[in-house]
């Protein structure tokens, strides 16, 4: 055999051996090199004190509580006159609509929505948000077989609006040029 077709085995037994090693080193290497993929976090309001006219037993109240404990600047305040900025509450509603019926008249589908309208003020009482509202709907089926089900389904999707909801607020509070 002539020495370049020996030299050419040998370089190929030599990719051979190697090809396992970088194929692992770049497995390694690939989720350290990421893909820019970071999980949402809380908006950063532009407020250092918010004091908020949340009823004490609102649901969306503490929640919107707990999503602001987390940011870094804001602190929710209780006394109105501290706060650089004042979010009141126009009004808060859950409604449930009968939207189908079966062929024997019994309602068949409900839509659920949840209503909230809010404005945002600052210390001076200059509006720095008009009135905005934000209505999320779902639709949920009945059953007169499985009515704890559909209570419960129920409960479950008016808690997931309340946390869309909320996060739909903190964006548009932060998109608040104070």
């Not at 006219?53 to 969306?60: L, Q």
Request: hydrophobic share 45%; with cysteine; net charge positive.
């Amino acid at each position: 055999m002539p020495d370049t077709v020996r030299a050419r085995l040998a370089r190929r037994r030599a990719i051979a051996r190697t090809m396992p090693l970088l194929t692992a080193a770049a497995l390694l290497a690939a989720p350290l090199a990421g893909c820019g993929f970071h999980l949402r976090r809380s908006a950063a309001l532009p407020f250092r004190t918010l004091y908020t006219g949340f009823a004490p037993s609102s649901a969306i109240g503490a929640e919107f509580r707990r999503q602001v404990r987390v940011t870094e600047d804001t602190r929710l305040v209780d006394d109105p006159a501290q706060a650089e900025a004042r979010m009141e509450i126009v009004h808060e509603l859950r409604e449930k609509e009968v939207i189908g019926f079966s062929s024997t008249g019994r309602p068949r589908e409900y839509q659920l929505r949840l209503r909230f309208q809010f404005r945002v003020v600052d210390r001076a009482g200059q509006v720095l948000l008009a009135p905005t509202e934000i209505v999320l709907r779902r639709d949920i089926t009945s059953s007169d077989v499985e009515v704890v089900a559909k209570q419960q389904e129920e409960e479950l999707l008016y808690r997931e609006m309340q946390s869309d909801l909320v996060q739909q607020l903190l964006r548009r509070l932060a998109a608040i040029r104070a």
